[in-house]
Each structure stands twice: as C-alpha cells, then as structure tokens.
C-alpha cells in the first residue's frame, strides 16, 4: 500500500491524529486516513491547506504525487 510518508511524518510530528487532519480539511477520520494512505485522491486545494497547516510546499509534503506527475509528463 502506498502512503504519502512525508504528509505522515508532519502530521505525527504535529501530534495531530487523523480525524484532526480530516476536520481540517472537511472530511471524515476514515475519509481522511484514505487519502493518506493513497486509496483516494487528495484533490489540489486540499493538498494546498495541508502544505499551508504544515508550512511545506506541495512539492515536499506530496513527493510522491510529484513523481508520479512527471513520469506521465515523460511518457
């Protein structure tokens, strides 16, 4: 299962739980722990409130995302 480890790391570092992170955002605990763990999307302007919360750009706290953006730039 992939999981966006940096979004992970900063929301444990904030000692923030998921249903935290999820009212933050306007979604469920379950809904939210989803999206982190890469079984729904985040859409943009909830990775942008995240980066915002954390004080990460999307760049760093969505690596993964990026990656996978650019290999589809490539293909």
């Known amino acids: ?7 992970y790391i900063a929301r444990n570092e904030a000692g923030e739980s998921t249903a935290d992170v999820g ?3 306007g979604l469920s605990k379950a809904s939210y722990w989803n999206r982190e763990n890469a079984i729904t999307n985040f ?11 954390y004080g990460k750009t999307i760049e760093e706290l ?14």
């Open 1 to 7: 299962m992939k999981k966006f480890y940096q979004l």
């Open 23 to 25: 009212k933050l955002i």
């Open 43 to 53: 859409d943009l302007a909830e990775a942008f409130i995240l980066a915002q919360h």
């Open 62 to 75: 969505f690596p993964e995302m990026v990656h996978m953006l650019q290999k589809k730039e490539v293909s």
